[in-house]
């Protein structure tokens, strides 16, 4: 049996706020034909998606999650970078390693990321 992982559910409060980083900061792009605002936003990243699911609604559940960081690989760690801090990340220091470089960064609602290119 093989098991993928296909979609990640995030839950939000400012859904056109988180569309907006994840699209124009992050560059995953949105899914209208599968999304349904303004509960929830669906986008595409690579063979998984990402789901930005509305967190206002009365019994909802929110709050970013400690043990949780979504890890993007990109082309152009330090033009991320930049582009993320313009958008409202929290970013940390660009970081150079063995393996490759990247930085860890929250959105403006306190999501762990990580972003980082891997050494060829």
């Known amino acids: 049996m093989s098991t993928v992982l296909g979609n990640v559910n995030l839950f939000v409060q400012d859904l056109e706020a988180a569309k907006r ?3 124009e900061g992050l560059g995953l792009q949105a899914d209208e034909e599968r999304s ?3 509960s929830f936003v669906l986008l595409r ?3 998984c998606t990402l789901t ?3 967190a206002t ?3 909802a559940a929110f ?3 400690a043990s949780v960081e979504l890890g993007f690989a990109v082309e152009d760690v330090a033009a991320l970078h930049r582009r993320l801090a313009d ?3 929290t970013v940390s220091d660009l970081q150079q390693m063995g393996w490759g470089g990247g930085f860890d960064a929250t959105d403006q609602e306190g999501h762990r990321l990580t972003i980082y290119r891997m050494a060829e």
């Open 21 to 23: 980083f994840y699209v």
């Open 36 to 38: 349904h605002p303004p």
């Open 45 to 47: 990243a690579g063979h």
């Open 52 to 54: 930005l699911q509305d």
């Open 57 to 59: 609604p009365p019994g």
């Open 63 to 65: 709050g970013p999650a």
């Open 87 to 89: 958008y409202g990340a």
